[in-house]
């Protein structure tokens, strides 16, 4: 078997800019942050997959697909068994048509764009201009933001700030303590509750509470599709004493209730399954 570098891929997709670029796999998690000439498209089918850029964490849930676009650096996370990855990089020939393709967004997948995912599965590799096949994938990335008008309402920001981020990590390790707290936290980690408060607003432009509140929230999504636990202990293990508290906060941030969100798992695997 030939050994194909990480550099050799990455030049390969950007290689020629006219063209569709289309990979079946989970390569994209070799690389640490890197950028593409290209917008891309990544869905997966099982498995759940995180995405992160300088500012902000995204979480790709199943029945999801992320859009990247050009020039944006990130670096794709796979976690648990991903049974099937599509990855597709289109050409900007057509970017300024929407401003869709100039943000970052997560996009539940319907059953029309389910079967063209499927139906691209037989191509690998550059798409040429003027073929069947690239038609089919310019109609793909063209009804995109017709089918694609309610992205997924969260996301972890992110900072660089080296006084902040292990409070980050810290709140992430906790999130099953439901006395987590302003107070608390700014003990554990040798902050005055003034301090800590202005130290998020001024990184990460949110509060203590709303990123808590978002943590809690992409765990529970994790949990919920990745797990048996039923939605009570996902409750309690991110932190809910109330389980009505945590499903009215679920829904309010999510769209969804959590019960409405942990069928996306059955969905998927039956899916799977008649594949």
């Not at 690389?31 to 979480?59: N, P, R, W």
């Not at 650096?73 to 991903?82: G, K, M, S, V």
């Not at 967004?105 to 499927?118: A, K, T």
């Amino acid at each position: 078997m030939i050994k194909v570098k990480n550099e050799d891929l990455l030049f390969a997709i950007d290689e020629k800019p006219e063209t569709m670029y289309v990979w079946h796999s989970r390569f994209e998690d070799r690389f640490q942050d890197h950028k593409h000439l290209k917008g891309q498209l990544t869905y997966v089918e099982g498995g759940i997959i995180f995405l992160y850029t300088k500012e902000k964490s995204y979480f790709l849930p199943a029945r999801h697909y992320v859009w990247i676009p050009a020039g944006v650096e990130h670096h794709l996370q796979h976690r648990y068994h991903a049974a099937i990855v599509r990855n597709i990089y289109f050409d900007t020939t057509t970017d300024d048509e929407s401003p869709f393709y100039k943000q970052i967004g997560i996009y539940p997948v319907n059953n029309l764009l389910l079967e063209m995912f499927l139906f691209s599965e037989r191509w690998n590799g550059n798409i040429l201009p003027k073929t069947h096949e690239y038609d089919f994938l310019n109609t793909l990335k063209n009804i995109l933001p017709v089918v694609s008008e309610h992205p997924l309402p969260i996301a972890l920001p992110t900072t660089e700030n080296m006084r902040l981020r292990p409070v980050l990590r810290y709140i992430v390790d906790g999130l099953g303590n439901d006395n987590m707290s302003l107070e608390s936290v700014g003990k554990a980690m040798g902050f005055s509750e003034r301090t800590l408060s202005r130290l998020f607003q001024s990184a990460l432009d949110t509060s203590f509470f709303q990123y808590l509140k978002l943590a809690r929230m992409i765990k529970a999504m994790e949990k919920l599709l990745e797990s048996d636990a039923t939605i009570s202990e996902v409750a309690y293990q991110v932190g809910y004493n109330s389980i009505s508290s945590f499903s009215n906060t679920f829904y309010k941030m999510v769209g969804k209730r959590p019960s409405e969100f942990k069928e996306l798992k059955q969905s998927t695997l039956t899916k799977i399954n008649l594949v």
